[in-house]
T-cell receptor
Framework: QKEVEQNSGPLSVPEGAIASLNCTYSDRGSQSFFWYRQYSGKSPELIMSIYSNGDKEDGRFTAQLNKASQYVSLLIRDSQPSDSATYLCAVNEPYNTDKLIFGTGTRLQVFP | DAGITQSPRHKVTETGTPVTLRCHQTENHRYMYWYRQDPGHGLRLIHYSYGVKDTDKGEVSDGYSVSRSKTEDFLLTLESATSSQTSVYFC???????????FGSGTQLSVL
């Protein structure tokens, strides 16, 4: 059973702090990794993709990938109340790359 | 939402009745997906399509069928709805296999 694991949270951080969201995956063959943000009652939207070990930065967001340890993380710097949402980690199914496997998501709460 | 329209947005139906959900895209993307989202389970793939008349099953395909007769339309049919199929259904599109998905607004389906 291929799995993507996330802590469901909620993760509560004060405004201006760094929020750190983590995700582990079970299959070493996965090559593509994504973070989606989902506001309550809305559809998921893609915020980051990462394919190589290391860090990838986009504005206040940094995705980190460590294939040896099979984890991917998302850092949100200078967290804002508008960042309060559920963050979904997604990983491609290695032997059928048409498919993405999603984690159950981590709920982030940023308080003023 | 990146040229994706789901219809209906809300539907209430009775156990045993057939239901069809429609996904329409204007992006001319090859890949289309149907997911369901339930508390505690995250997004789970029902079926997907990799071209006109080309479809494949996801992890929760039992009780569902799909059809894609045109690039822009992907239909999800519940042949005989059950209460366990009460869920939020999302359609997603992708230009490349298993890559960045763009989601529709979702359909809230209630089976009584």
């Amino acid at each position: 059973q291929k799995e993507v694991e996330q802590n469901s949270g909620p993760l509560s951080v004060p405004e201006g702090a760094i929020a750190s969201l983590n995700c582990t995956y079970s299959d070493r063959g996965s090559q593509s990794f994504f973070w989606y943000r989902q506001y309550s009652g809305k559809s998921p939207e893609l915020i980051m993709s990462i394919y190589s070990n290391g860090d990838k930065e986009d504005g206040r967001f940094t995705a980190q990938l460590n294939k040896a340890s099979q984890y991917v993380s998302l850092l949100i710097r200078d967290s804002q109340p508008s960042d309060s949402a559920t963050y979904l980690c997604a990983v491609n199914e290695p032997y059928n790359t048409d498919k993405l496997i999603f984690g159950t998501g981590t709920r982030l709460q940023v308080f003023p | 939402d990146a040229g994706i329209t789901q219809s209906p947005r809300h539907k209430v139906t009775e156990t045993g009745t057939p239901v069809t959900l429609r996904c329409h895209q204007t992006e001319n993307h090859r890949y289309m997906y149907w997911y369901r989202q339930d508390p505690g389970h995250g997004l789970r793939l029902i079926h997907y399509s990799y071209g006109v008349k080309d479809t494949d099953k996801g992890e929760v395909s039992d009780g569902y069928s799909v059809s894609r007769s045109k690039t822009e339309d992907f239909l999800l049919t519940l042949e005989s709805a059950t209460s366990s199929q009460t869920s939020v259904y999302f359609c997603a599109i992708s230009e490349d296999r298993g890559e960045k998905l763009f989601f529709g607004s979702g359909t809230q389906l209630s089976v009584l």
